[in-house]
């Protein structure tokens, strides 16, 4: 069965400050990683994505994650935040075998400070 | 780029009654939808999966005779949360993706619509 542990419900940084949200995921086949953003009353936005080839993959608004096999981890960042980036952000996992389902982790808040 | 479209955005109505959200995909093809709750500062839950043509595949623990999904062409799927209580009050997110080509395995998500029950 696959999960996904995001390390952290809040997170604060200073505009300006690198950001780094935590995924750690569990699969027993080769997972499909995403993660989205979400502001408050809307639906999900699409960061980024890994299904295959490069490990480290860039997504919108600047923001870029690693698929670490050895950690089971795929960590966001940011070099530099923005007060815009302030959101709920959400790691999720998928894979092929059977279902198409997506698990999604509990969020992480994402507060920045001016 | 896909989009979807959630419809409505929110709506309030009196215990006892039922409620109908849509959710279109616009300018793709979405074999697979699926249908998310989520509770205040929670993640999202899964309560079905639905594909075109055929009958919902629920959670375990999501009512079926309660949340009625219909996912009658590959365009649109229907949730109807049916004699509505203050407990179905939540956020109810659908998304949509296609099962293999360039799309394949993103969601592509709703705004989602916001349900009151007084």
């Known amino acids: 069965a696959q999960s996904v542990t995001q390390l952290g419900s809040h997170v604060s940084v200073s505009e300006g400050a690198l950001v780094l949200l935590r995924c750690n995921y569990s699969s027993s086949v080769p997972p499909y990683l995403f993660w989205y953003v979400q502001y408050p009353n809307q639906g999900l936005q699409l960061l980024l994505k890994?299904?295959?080839?490069?490990?480290l993959v860039k997504g919108i608004n600047g923001f870029e994650a690693e698929f670490k096999k050895s950690e089971t981890s795929f960590h966001l960042t940011k070099p530099s935040a923005h007060m815009s980036d302030a959101a709920e952000y959400f790691c999720?996992?998928?894979?092929?075998?059977?279902?198409?389902?997506?698990?999604f982790g509990t969020g992480t808040r994402l507060k920045v400070l001016a | 780029g896909a989009v979807v479209s959630q419809h409505p955005s929110r709506v309030i109505c009196k215990s006892g009654t039922s409620v109908k959200i849509e959710c279109r995909s616009l300018d793709f093809q979405a074999t697979t939808m699926f249908w998310y709750r989520q509770f205040p500062k929670k993640s999202l839950m899964l309560m079905a999966t639905?594909?075109?043509?055929?009958?919902?595949?629920?959670e375990q623990g999501v009512e079926k005779d309660k949340f009625l999904i219909n996912h009658a062409s590959l365009t649109l799927s229907t949730l109807t949360v049916t004699s509505a209580h203050p407990e179905d009050s939540s956020f109810y997110i659908c998304?949509?993706?296609?099962?293999?080509?360039?799309?394949?395995?993103?969601?592509?998500f709703g705004a989602g619509s916001r349900l009151t029950v007084l």
């Open positions: 639905s594909n075109e043509g055929s009958k919902a595949t629920y």
């Open positions: 998304s949509a993706t296609v099962i293999g080509g360039p799309g394949a395995n993103v969601l592509t």
């Open positions: 999720a996992v998928h894979t092929t075998s059977g279902t198409y389902k997506y698990i």
């Open positions: 890994y299904t295959t080839g490069a490990t």
